[in-house]
């Protein structure tokens, strides 16, 4: 589905069987949805359990290319769970083939209160018509040039119970105050479990992240969990990502890779390597991480670099050289 400017209260994909207590299964095949216009209550795909006794779902090679929000108003909260393009609540998930062309808007992808989420060999970057040519040294210039209520995550987990994700790769993109990434666990106040993160096979390039506003967190992958979790990643690679903070906020902790805030949690790290990634004008982190146990191995960090910048306007990532050049 291309070039289609959709209408108030539009679901393209969607089941609203409230009544069945069956299970059910669907699969999607081959679809995309490309430089498509949207509102405020558009959902291209509305996947809901209802009262079905078990639901599963299964998603092959779907491509979500260059989608973008009209025009709203600068104080209207994007960042929810009423405002996505595709919604899944289902038991088992096995998605294979995703890929995000980041436009901006809406939070691509929401899943929720899955038993069992796999994914596998897909790729999240930013539209070209959509990308921010750079840094300037100007906070009210910066905004000014860019939509920045508009870049926001692209993937968010929702209370799930077991997550496996081998052969992500997210490269040249880019977003404002939030994680391109995000897990957040089921509340331990209501309910007590043991979850478990397994990320393999991960590459993360060319990245740029960006705060301007206080009390926000960001990140690549950010993971908040109040249950006892397991996070295990194996084989990543991390290559000349960026983060700037524009405003300094000692209250909350962002960082650039991975940001986990996990007080029960194990976390293991594998065979990963941290090559040539920035913080810049920041008291932040590449990798910040709190939780009960820690087991690292094979650990690669090369150049990583930690300092303020000057510039005038620099496009960071086509000439990476001139940030180099430029930290003292």
Known sequence: MQFCEFKEF???????????????KFIFKNSIFEQNIYLLSTKLIFQNKWNHQSSNLIIQQLSLLNNHISQVSNDLNLNSLDTQLLYIYTDNLNIEGLVIERGYGFIEVCITNAQNLILINSKITQGEQFQFKGLHQYFDWQLSKVKSNYYLTSLFFLSILNIEIDGLIIIQSQSYNY?????RSQDKEKKQRFERIQISNLFIDQNMLLITKLQQVAAIISIESTQETLIK???????GNILHEYLQDTLLTSALLLNINSYLGTVVINNSIFNNNLVLNSTQYNLYQKSKFKNVSQFILIQQHFRLLTYQIANLMGKKSKIRNSIY
């Open 10 to 24: 539009t679901y393209i994909l969607a089941n609203f069987d409230k009544i069945s207590n069956l299970n059910q």
């Open 233 to 239: 990643f194996e084989n990543c690679k991390f290559y």
């Open 179 to 183: 994680p391109l990434l995000y897990y």
